[in-house]
Structures are given as C-alpha cells and as structure tokens.
C-alpha cells in the first residue's frame, strides 16, 4: 500500500510541475505577444506624429540616445551624429507616414525590430515616393520602445 501511495503522490508531483511549466510558457508567450504588440504601435506612433508634427520632432522623440540612421550616399550616423542630422533637417516640403508590417521580438522581450512601407508626399507636387523600412527597437526603462538603428530605401512601385 505505501508503494502504490508513494507512486501515486510522484504521478501527481510530476504532473503538477509540467503544469505549472505550460501555465510559465503560456505567461512567457502571452508576454511575448503582447510586447511585439506595443513594439508596432510605438512604430505607429512615430509614423503618426511624423504627420502631425513633421519629420524631424518624430525622430527627436523616438531616437534612443544611442541611436544610429543609416541613409544613402552617407556613413552611418550614431549617437550625437545622428541627433545632429535630426536637428538639421528640414522637414517643412514634405510628409512622411509608414505602417510596420511586420514585427519580431528577441526572446528577452528588449529588442526587436519593424519593418513595412512609408511614404513620402512633397507638399508642393502632385506625386508620392514610397520605400521599405526597417527599424530596431530598444525597450527603454518604464517600457517606452525607441528605435537604435532605422534605415530605408526608395523606390517600391505604388503598394
């Protein structure tokens, strides 16, 4: 009688524990999501106060301090470099909006990237230049998403 209690407590222990391993990955993959989720919305975020405030006061917002823009015809700009291209840039003949198409997450839930198609629209012709884009993500403390590495390139046919 002990033998089979003692298998039995065992069976039940055992069970217990990948239970209780399923129910961890299940909170890991629901955190996983949702933060791939709050990743694509910062990107939305960015793109929609790059339509309301311009370009440049978007970029000021979501550039991490460490942040690097790769552009063409140009060595990548980092860190102070990078602000400075910012800060200097006029935004005032055009606008600019994406929308991320995709999203992945590293598993620490910390760094991740977007990628998709923007447009940008010259405000004084009657014409619309659309490109590809890719963006890497930091979660910041307090959980804020800002970009530390954003590049694009032009010439995608209208979407």
């Not at 065992?10 to 129910?23: G, I, P």
């Not at 995709?102 to 659309?130: Q, W």
């Amino acid at each position: 009688m002990n033998r089979f209690l003692i298998i039995a407590c065992c069976t039940l222990l055992a069970a217990s524990c990948q239970t209780n391993d399923r129910l961890e990955e299940d909170k890991n993959e629901e955190k996983q999501i949702n933060s791939r989720v709050d990743m694509m919305n910062a990107d939305r975020e960015f793109s929609l106060l790059s339509e309301e405030k311009g370009l440049r006061t978007a970029y000021e917002e979501f550039i991490d301090s460490n942040g690097v823009l790769l552009r063409p015809g140009s060595t990548p700009m980092a860190d102070a470099d990078a602000m400075d291209y910012i800060i200097q840039s006029n935004d005032s003949a055009f606008t600019m909006t994406w929308e991320p198409k995709h999203a992945s997450l590293a598993a620490s839930g910390e760094l991740g990237y977007t990628y998709g198609v923007y447009s940008l629209k010259p405000k004084n012709a009657d014409t619309v230049i659309y490109g590809s884009y890719v963006t890497i993500w930091k979660r910041q403390p307090g959980g804020k998403w800002k970009f530390v590495l954003q590049s694009g390139n032009e010439g995608l046919e209208a979407p």
